[in-house]
């Protein structure tokens, strides 16, 4: 049963996390088994015969520790394969009955566990988290009618219509089959020849070329169900349905430089971002929003609602936003939960159904069948991270590791031995699908009304503001720079013409294509929600990395560390070496990196401490000038104080914050503390000129 309690002021426990509980084997204090129980006397030499003598075969021990961990790994995910998850819990703000029968979204006083994981896509299990790619965002809501799974994405829309090209699609933005090259990147050959020969996917291209595509951190993107499910309340009346996840802490993204060499320091930089934040607990929140059109109104937009590479604009069909999702516990084990988790969009409770979008009625088909190999059987269910909280019975027997143990001679429908139990319970809450009048010719064909390829991809053009506009340009040039044949290149730009003659003719530049005279646009219109320039400002949980050295001015640091902890931000000192720094009147502070460990780009500002002994010690380290100036490219706050002022690149513009600014030529702190951290909220100054 779901917990009336809010689990995050009762010890994060949720129903799930009771019946998980089931399952953790804690060893601390016991001693060593073998897998059948029996206790092993040694552990660090295998059965021989004599010292120096051959292993011997009875050796039983070493035989099954063996065994077992050459059988260790099991498939990856065919596309996701790289993934994060964390526990959770949801909770409804008010009643949604009279659009929905679904428990969980009905009384806000149930809290629903969860559990999410996050996703890139094109990846393996061991590539990088800051790759220019779609972020998989999937929620398993363990109600108490069943599970329920959110399969979204961190994009609105997806790159094909009918589910029967995404084995192409991912055939071709996947490394290429001959020789396994490029890993985890777009930027080659045959996505982009893809992209030129199924301009269906314009509009998504548009998405994973723009800054949603490299998320700061899973806590600060948004999340999309993408397809048009259907809500159906108790009195059988339907709306369509999008799901919308908005992160309270707003949508904020790295620089293209940036994350390429984030890849490299910390190729776990996403993953490191949401366990840290959970650990200290700064738990990720999500509000759920929906936006719902009633059946009636199914004909009256400009775009067909069942396509999935169309959004409707929030201007016109207005998120509303119906509850919250708190994050707030780690796993235990990255394998029996992240990795064994397994989702599907058919997973759904009464109240909540499909629609015939195309692309979704083919995942419905996908994601019981990918699980079977690579949860190796058809019992995947009883894995205990799949387990519902809600009762299973059901006439289903046997098959690979099969754990529940059905007593009885029955298991089949229907029986007069067991009272013809488990029974179906129709009208009582038993699911039954929306009675949806269908009539057809069998056909291999797409909509005409899904033939409108780019006026979306304009209207997603013309909201992004010019540094939105400037980075697509740039992500666009980049991928196509790294693509080989030439007429492939030309080919897109042909293709991105006719979303907007402009954003043709500013690819063009620079990578050798020829942008055909096409001034126009395939549409004038445009969304601000779109941009992520209006989003949410805060400096809660932002990193600030303070360079610092022995002997630095205390009186002014230790008060905006003071006042930094106050407003959520996170403070780290580097310095030369580890261990602690003193201050000009004895105060210390531990240095958490060292200027060879640290680096800028696991950091969102930067603050230079005053007092000259230790800033000369600093300075004298090449790295040290190296990191303040990156910071400086990318944007970053960059605060300094007393004479660390001396090694700003520039001592004033937007984002750089010194104690000069305010009373030139005066030592003082002034009011730089709150400067600084009203600058930080700021995430990027982007009207920086460097
Ligand atoms: Fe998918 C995994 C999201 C289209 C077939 N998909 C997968 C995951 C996410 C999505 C988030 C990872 C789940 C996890 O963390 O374990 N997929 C989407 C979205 C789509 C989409 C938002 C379009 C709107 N997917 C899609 C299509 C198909 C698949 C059209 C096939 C017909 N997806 C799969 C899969 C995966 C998967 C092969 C790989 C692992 C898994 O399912 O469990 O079945």
């Known amino acids: 049963m779901n917990n009336k309690h809010d689990p995050s002021q009762a010890g994060r426990t949720t129903a799930k996390d009771k019946q998980l509980d089931a399952y953790r084997v804690h060893s601390e204090g016991k001693k060593l088994t073998t897998n059948q129980g029996l206790t092993v006397s040694e552990d660090e030499h295998s059965l021989?015969?004599?010292?120096?003598?051959?292993?011997?075969?009875?050796?039983?021990?070493?035989?099954?520790?063996?065994?077992?961990?050459?059988?260790?790994?099991?498939?990856?995910?065919?596309?996701?394969?790289?993934?994060?998850?964390?526990?959770?819990?949801?909770?409804?703000?008010?009643?949604?009955?009279?659009?929905?029968?679904?428990?969980?979204?009905?009384?806000?006083n149930l809290v629903t566990p969860v559990f999410v994981r996050f996703s890139t896509v094109a990846g393996s299990r061991g590539s990088s988290d800051t790759v220019r790619d779609v972020r998989g965002f999937a929620t398993k809501f363990y109600t108490e009618e069943g599970n329920y799974d959110l399969v979204g994405n961190n994009m609105p829309v997806f790159f094909i219509q009918d589910a029967i090209k995404f084995p192409d699609f991912i055939h071709a933005v996947k490394p290429e089959p001959h020789n396994e090259i490029p890993q985890a990147q777009s930027a080659h050959d045959t996505f982009w020849d893809f992209v030129a020969n199924n301009t269906e996917s314009a509009h998504m291209v548009m998405w994973a070329m723009s800054d949603r595509?490299?998320?700061?951190?899973?806590?600060?993107?948004?999340?999309?169900?993408?397809?048009?499910?259907?809500?159906?309340?108790?009195?059988?009346?339907?709306?369509?349905?999008?799901?919308?996840?908005?992160?309270?802490?707003?949508?904020?993204?790295?620089?293209?430089?940036?994350?390429?060499?984030?890849?490299?320091?910390?190729?776990?930089?996403?993953?490191?971002?949401?366990?840290?934040?959970?650990?200290s607990g700064n738990y990720p929140e999500y509000e759920l929003g929906v936006q719902m059109i009633p059946e009636e109104d199914e004909f009256k937009f400009e775009f067909d609602i069942l396509d999935p590479t169309k959004i409707w604009p929030e201007e016109l069909i207005p998120v509303r936003l119906i509850g919250k999702m708190t994050l707030n516990k780690n796993t235990d084990n990255f394998f029996a939960e992240t990795e064994q988790i397994a989702f599907h969009p058919g997973h759904v409770v009464p109240g909540i159904d499909f629609t015939n979008d195309p692309l979704l009625q083919g995942r419905l088909f996908s994601y019981t069948d990918t699980q079977l190999s690579r949860l190796g059987g058809p019992n995947f269910h009883e894995i205990p991270i799949n387990r519902p909280i809600a009762p299973v019975h059901n006439n289903q027997r046997d098959g690979m590791h099969r754990m529940t143990i059905n007593p009885?001679?029955?298991?089949?429908?229907?029986?007069?031995?067991?009272?013809?139990?488990?029974?179906?319970?129709?009208?009582?809450?038993?699911?039954?699908?929306?009675?949806?009048?269908?009539?057809?010719?069998?056909?291999?064909?797409?909509?005409?009304?899904?033939?409108?390829?780019?006026?979306?991809?304009?209207?997603?053009?013309?909201?992004?503001?010019?540094?939105?506009?400037?980075?697509?340009?740039?992500?666009?040039?980049?991928?196509?720079?790294?693509?080989?044949?030439?007429?492939?290149?030309?080919?897109?730009?042909?293709v991105f013409a006719n979303?907007?003659?402009?954003?043709?003719?500013?690819?063009?530049?620079?990578?050798?294509?020829?942008?055909?005279?096409?001034?126009?646009?395939?549409?004038?219109?445009?969304?601000?929600?779109?941009?992520?320039?209006?989003t949410v400002k805060s400096p809660k949980t932002r990193k600030v990395a303070v360079l610092a050295g022995n002997r630095f001015r205390e009186q002014t640091l230790f008060g905006v560390l003071t006042e930094l902890q106050a407003a959520g931000v996170i403070a780290e000192v580097v310095s030369t070496r580890l261990g602690e720094i003193t201050g000009d009147q004895g105060g210390r502070l531990e240095v958490m990196h060292t200027l060879l460990s640290a680096d800028s780009v696991l950091f969102d500002a930067v603050l230079i401490a005053g007092g000259k002994e230790g800033l000369e010690e600093l300075v004298s380290e090449p790295k040290l000038l190296e990191f303040v100036n990156e910071a400086f490219r990318h944007y970053k706050t960059i605060g300094a104080m007393d004479e660390g002022t001396a090694i700003l690149p520039q001592k004033e513009g937007p984002g750089v914050i010194t104690t000069l600014t305010e009373e030139a030529g005066k030592i003082g702190p002034g009011n730089f503390g709150s400067r600084f951290i009203e600058a930080i909220a700021q995430h990027r100054h982007w009207t920086r000129k460097k």
């Open 408 to 494: 009885g001679p029955v298991s089949y429908h229907n029986n007069g031995i067991a009272g013809n139990s488990p029974h179906p319970v129709p009208r009582q809450g038993g699911y039954e699908h929306y009675t949806e009048k269908v009539e057809g010719r069998k056909v291999r064909r797409r909509s005409e009304s899904f033939m409108d390829h780019y006026s979306q991809a304009a209207l997603f053009w013309n909201s992004m503001s010019e540094v939105e506009k400037q980075h697509i340009v740039s992500a666009f040039q980049f991928e196509l720079s790294k693509v080989k044949r030439k007429e492939i290149r030309q080919r897109v730009v042909e």
């Open 499 to 534: 979303v907007s003659g402009e954003l043709a003719a500013r690819i063009s530049e620079g990578i050798g294509t020829i942008p055909p005279q096409i001034s126009g646009t395939a549409s004038t219109g445009s969304s601000p929600a779109l941009s992520m320039m209006n």
């Open 213 to 279: 595509a490299l998320p700061r951190s899973f806590r600060m993107m948004e999340g999309f169900g993408v397809h048009t499910f259907r809500f159906v309340n108790a009195e059988g009346k339907a709306h369509f349905v999008k799901f919308h996840w908005k992160p309270t802490l707003g949508m904020h993204s790295l620089v293209w430089d940036e994350t390429q060499k984030i890849a490299g320091k910390d190729p776990d930089f996403n993953r490191r971002d949401l366990w840290e934040a959970i650990e």
């Open 48 to 108: 021989k015969a004599g010292d120096r003598g051959p292993t011997l075969m009875e050796d039983f021990h070493f035989r099954e520790k063996m065994t077992h961990f050459d059988h260790e790994r099991i498939p990856e995910r065919i596309v996701h394969a790289r993934g994060f998850g964390a526990h959770g819990y949801f909770r409804v703000y008010e009643s949604m009955e009279s659009y929905t029968m679904a428990k969980f979204l009905r009384d806000p």
